[in-house]
């Protein structure tokens, strides 16, 4: 991904090398283009970079630069988007992709899971985190998770991305989803259940597509609308299956507070099979249900731009 410096001095990006291509064929840009890489700091020029070596070389006579067409407005994307979500399409293909990727799927969320953990934990401090840290945490997993869903090559820092690509607007799209979708749900609870669900793929739409968290959250809010009760029976799907999995460990934890709280002898075996078991069940679920959600959002927001 890379973003480039516009003749009227504005930034356009990220975009994929192909749309940069796109834009030196169309005259929008020329080997004198500022460019530089999604998550660096320097600027170059495209003719410098090899992944651009048809373009115009230094010197050569090129057409004069025009500023790439500004990104279409939330409204654009919005008609843009995808079809009927195919729930069961999205379980089938997600749970291929969580089982081609399970191990880096796997690993990158509990490094990401176990940092956000340790911050929140701290005292005060943690409070303050889980308001402006949870989306940069996440949008970088998910975004991480979104591109072994393509197929498209990944790095770790890519889980890490929020925090050098846009981590303003991520903050700021966790503080206001939080604090709105919380109020929903002091609103009679229904409220914050739809918000919550519109506005599910804030995070990895900010950092995928590049949004401001506000067109983010309204472009969420304008596709799930349309669909809302498919995506929402495929959030009750999701759970239904995880707690089908969940559902001899949870047997053994419960059996073993009854067996307790009747004053008989507590079954320690019982119990720490059931608290292994849970454990187990959540680690392996992890990488095929988050691939399932991300799936979903590549059904939903994928022909999005």
């Not at 500022?34 to 090129?62: D, M």
């Not at 890519?158 to 749900?185: E, H, K, N, P, R």
């Not at 053994?252 to 307790?260: D, E, N």
Request: charged residues 10%; contains cysteine; proline residues 7%.
């Amino acid at each position: 991904m890379f973003t480039i410096l516009g003749a009227d001095g504005k930034e356009y990006g990220p975009v994929t090398a192909d749309k940069v291509r796109e834009w030196i064929a169309g005259g929008r840009a020329n080997a004198q283009t500022q460019i530089k890489p999604a998550g660096g700091t320097e600027w170059t020029t495209i003719g410098a970079l090899p992944e651009f070596g048809g373009a115009p070389v230094a010197g050569a006579p090129v057409p004069v630069a025009a500023p790439p067409p500004p990104p279409p407005g939330v409204e654009a994307m919005a008609s843009q988007a995808g079809g009927p979500l195919d729930i069961t399409g999205c379980i089938k293909r997600g749970f291929a992709a969580g089982a081609a990727n399970f191990w880096p799927i796997l690993g990158v969320s509990l490094l990401v899971g176990l940092c956000n953990g340790v911050i929140g934990a701290i005292p005060i401090l943690g409070f303050v985190a889980t308001f402006t840290l949870t989306g940069v945490f996440y949008g970088g997993l998910y975004y991480y998770v979104a591109k072994r869903v393509r197929g498209e090559p990944t790095e770790l820092g890519d889980a890490f991305s929020g925090f050098s690509v846009c981590f303003g607007q991520l903050v700021l799209a966790t503080m206001v989803v939080l604090t709105l979708t919380i109020l929903g749900f002091l609103c009679l609870i229904l409220p914050g259940i739809y918000l919550a669900v519109c506005w599910m793929f804030t995070y990895v739409l900010v950092r995928d597509k590049g949004l401001q968290f506000w067109d983010a959250m309204e472009l969420g809010r304008q596709v799930i609308t349309k669909q809302w009760f498919r995506v929402f029976g495929l959030l009750l799907l999701v759970m239904l299956i995880a707690l089908a999995f969940l559902a001899v460990p949870l047997g053994m934890l419960i059996t073993s507070a009854v067996m307790a709280k009747s004053g008989g002898t507590p079954n320690f075996l019982l119990l720490g099979l059931g608290i292994t078991g849970t454990l187990v069940c959540m680690l392996v679920m992890m990488p095929f249900l988050t691939a399932v959600l991300l799936q979903a959002y590549e059904d939903l927001f994928g022909s999005a731009a």
